[in-house]
Every structure is written in structure tokens, then in C-alpha cells.
């Protein structure tokens, strides 16, 4: 019996892995399949990626709960202490996050006839980005106060003089700190930096605006033959939905124009792959007698077989905070030499969404020494020293990939720079912790007023 209740929760989490991967994945398959019929020019292993890494999404919690089988008395008992304080923390944080961003947009979606179905999916959408944003701020609250009460108790104390060091107590914590950077890892890949898109989209459709995904992109083709502004992007271009306020000009071999075209509205077929402009106004360029170009307007729609695509034609014009690596990764192969625009911010973001969630590793190990101590003294300082770190480092993880998209710093040194800025904090604080050597009064002899 007793072996029993010892796998059934593995059990439970193998069949409930089981039964959202086989939602999931087919799901995820046909978004991918979609966006490489758009965008030919995507890069097909990253978009493919997203459906391997959702997969693994699904089995972790079964992989977590079988390295929990593997662990010792001790570290297990060090795991629930720590997930008692993790849950209450990250629960409250969640709810505090949900409830200021319902009463910022409550009165937004109060517009809309359907209030409910928006919210719902707002805040569905929402999920990945706040979790992200939320973790790293719950590991370290949570590791403070789990290691506060255990100091506390002198149970820290005991476990040191049974022959365990420092490092060793906290491995297990370190341990959770790597699968906490693992599902940023997986949520920044793709589905965080869309769902920030998505829910300035649907804030938008609660207030009776466009849902336009972009605004004024300019694009030329592969030939250069010939050159898009595109005044609007809606959304749900991929769906038959028409750009508006189009104007294409066509360029010969010698990069003169030779034409331009405006519409109202141009629409792309995914079924036979065309374009059907509406009603669209023809400036021929080409009159040697005249400087003033002769004018065609066409009171019927024209159908083009143009080789461009919606998605390929507003690449270009996607900013780079809505992009996850797959699209950072296909527009910097794409479109690096883009005069049109800023390569350095969609490289520093690039870097960025692989560099950002290792910050929830870096907050274990800044957290740890400061929150184990030796005296019930010396509880608050520790405290307080990990809050004010934590500022720095939200500080430094604003202000580095802003200097490296301003051309400042090299962006994938933007990127890093707060992580190994505050690896090293932490590696130096561990090094006092193991060594028995003060931390806070270390700091406070730092300070003018510390003598």
C-alpha cells in the first residue's frame, strides 16, 4: 500500500501529461504548418522547436515528481518547507498582479457586448507572460521566508552539524531554482512575448478599435522589383481579413519606378495564393512626353499573382517585445540588412529571451546565503539586503538591453550583463556563507554610517 500512495502521484501526472499533450501538440503542429505556408522564409527548425518544447512542458511535472522520489529524507523535507512558502507566495503575487490589471481594464472591457468572452481570453493570453514575470519575485520571497523560519528554529544549525555544508543543504533548492529557469525558458521561447501582443490586441477589440497588428510597414521584395507601404495590418490577416490603405510601386532593372498602385484595401488568398485589390488607382510613370504620370482607375477589383504574402510583407514591421525566438530568429536572417529598420533591437531581444530566465536561478543563488543565518538577529538584514539586490538587478535588467539597442553595448552583452553582474554577487555571498564570514554587517561596514 505504502508503495502505492508513493506512485500515484506520478501516475496521475503521467495521464494528465498524457492528456494535455494530446491536446496541445496537434494544435501547436497546425499553428506551425500555418506560419511556414505565410512565411516560406521562417526558419522551419525554430517554429518546429515550439511543438518539441511544449511536449516537454507537458512531462515535466511527471519528470519533477520522480527527482522528488530520488531525494533523501532531508531534502525532501527542505523541498516542502520551501513549495509551503512557494505556493502562498506565488499564489498572492498572482493574485495581486490579476487584480490590479482587472481594475486597470475592467472599465475597457465594460464597452464591449461581450465582456466575458474577452476577459476569459485576456486573461488566458495573459498567463505565460505573468508567470514569467512573477516567478522569479516568488523564488525569492519564498526562499527568504522558508530559510528565515528555519533559521529560526535552529533547524539550519542541526543540519550543518550533521556534516552537511552550506552548498549541500541548498542543492535541492538550487535544483528547483533550475527547473524554475527551465519553464521561463520554454514560455520566452515563444508563447510569453506573443501573449503581451495578444492582450494589447484584445484590449484594443474591447474598446471597438482596429485590431491592427501593425501600422505603416514598408517592405520590398526579394527582386526588389517592388516596394509595399501598407497603412494598416489587421490582425486576422491570415483569415481573409484586408490590409488597408495600400500603395505599391513597381521598380524596372535600373531601380527606376515605372508604376504605382493604391488601394483601399488588398486582401490575400491562402487557398490559391493571390492578391485582389480593391478598386486600385494605376500611376503610370513611364510617359516620356509628359512629367505628369497618367492615371488609370479601375472600378472593378484586380486579382495579381504576386509571390509576396501578408506575413512575409509585415515582418518587418513586427516589433521586436512581441517577437519569441522563432520570429527574432527568421526576420535577424531576413532582414539584418533591412535599412528600414533597427537590427540591434530584434538581436538584443534575441539574446534577451534566452538570458531573462536564468534571472530565477540567480535569485536562489542570491537568495540562499542571505537567507540562512546563523542567530535570530540576523534575519531582517539578510532580508532586507536580498530586496534591495532584487531592485538592483530589476534595474540592471531595464537598463542594459536599452543601451544595447540604443547601439550603447553589443547586444548579446546587454543581454547578459545583468546575469553575470549578480551571478558574481551570488557566487561571492555563497563564498562568505561557506565560509563562515559575515554577510550584512559586511555591508553595513560598507556604508558611511557603518562604523
Not at 502521484?9 to 505556408?37: H, Y
Not at 518539441?52 to 527527482?67: D, H
Not at 481570453?121 to 528565515?148: D, E, Q
Not at 533559521?151 to 535541492?172: A, C, D, L, N
Request: glycine letters at 6%; one cysteine or more; proline letters at 6%.
Amino acid at each position: 500500500m505504502a508503495r502505492i500512495r508513493t506512485f500515484l502521484l506520478p501516475a496521475i501526472l503521467l495521464i494528465t501529461g498524457l492528456i494535455a499533450a494530446s491536446i496541445a501538440l496537434p494544435n501547436e503542429q497546425t499553428e506551425v504548418n500555418r506560419q511556414m505556408i505565410g512565411y516560406p522564409d521562417s526558419d522551419r527548425f525554430a517554429h518546429q522547436f515550439r511543438v518539441y518544447l511544449l511536449g516537454f512542458l507537458c512531462i515535466l511535472p511527471l519528470l519533477c515528481s520522480l527527482l522528488y522520489l530520488c531525494l533523501d529524507t532531508l531534502d525532501k523535507y527542505t523541498i516542502r518547507i520551501f513549495l509551503n512558502c512557494f505556493v502562498i507566495c506565488f499564489g498572492a503575487l498572482f493574485i495581486i498582479m490579476m487584480l490590479e490589471d482587472l481594475q486597470d481594464n475592467l472599465s475597457d472591457f465594460k464597452q464591449s457586448a461581450e465582456s466575458s468572452t474577452l476577459m476569459l481570453r485576456h486573461y488566458i493570453s495573459k498567463l505565460p507572460a505573468l508567470i514569467v514575470f512573477i516567478l522569479p519575485y516568488s523564488l525569492m520571497l519564498s526562499l527568504l521566508w522558508a530559510l528565515g523560519r528555519m533559521s529560526r528554529t535552529q533547524e539550519i544549525v542541526s543540519i550543518i552539524q550533521t556534516g552537511r555544508g552550506v552548498f549541500r543543504f541548498t542543492r535541492p533548492l538550487i535544483g528547483v531554482g533550475v527547473i524554475c529557469t527551465v519553464i521561463c525558458l520554454i514560455f520566452n521561447y515563444y508563447w510569453a512575448p506573443i501573449a503581451e501582443n495578444k492582450e494589447d490586441l484584445i484590449l484594443r477589440e474591447a474598446k471597438g478599435e482596429s485590431m491592427a497588428e501593425a501600422r505603416d510597414v514598408a517592405y520590398q521584395n526579394s527582386n526588389n522589383s517592388r516596394h509595399w507601404l501598407v497603412g494598416e495590418f489587421p490582425y486576422d490577416h491570415s483569415k481573409g481579413e484586408p490590409l488597408k490603405y495600400i500603395e505599391i510601386t513597381t521598380l524596372n532593372k535600373q531601380n527606376q519606378a515605372t508604376s504605382k498602385i493604391i488601394a483601399e484595401e488588398a486582401t490575400w488568398s491562402l487557398k490559391d495564393r493571390s492578391w485582389t485589390l480593391k478598386e486600385p488607382t494605376t500611376f503610370n510613370l513611364t510617359n516620356p512626353r509628359s512629367d505628369i504620370p497618367m492615371v488609370a482607375v479601375s472600378k472593378e477589383d484586380v486579382v495579381t499573382k504576386w509571390e509576396e504574402t501578408p506575413y512575409q510583407i509585415i515582418k518587418p514591421g513586427q516589433k521586436a517585445p512581441y517577437l519569441g525566438v522563432p520570429g527574432l530568429i527568421s526576420w535577424c536572417q531576413n532582414h539584418v540588412d533591412n535599412p528600414l529598420s533597427d537590427k540591434r533591437s530584434y538581436q538584443t531581444h534575441l539574446y534577451y529571451r534566452v538570458a531573462q530566465p536564468f534571472i530565477c536561478l540567480i535569485t536562489i543563488l542570491l537568495a540562499a546565503p542571505l537567507g540562512i543565518v546563523f542567530s535570530r538577529r540576523g534575519v531582517g538584514g539578510g532580508v532586507a539586503v536580498a530586496i534591495f539586490l532584487c531592485a538592483g538587478m530589476i534595474f540592471c535588467s531595464t537598463v542594459f538591453p536599452t543601451l544595447g539597442e540604443s547601439g550603447h553595448l553589443p547586444p548579446i552583452l546587454a543581454a547578459w550583463a545583468t546575469n553575470i553582474l549578480f551571478i558574481l554577487i551570488a557566487l561571492y555571498l555563497f563564498y562568505r556563507r561557506m565560509t563562515g564570514q559575515p554577510i550584512y554587517q559586511m555591508i553595513k561596514n560598507l556604508l558611511p554610517s557603518g562604523d
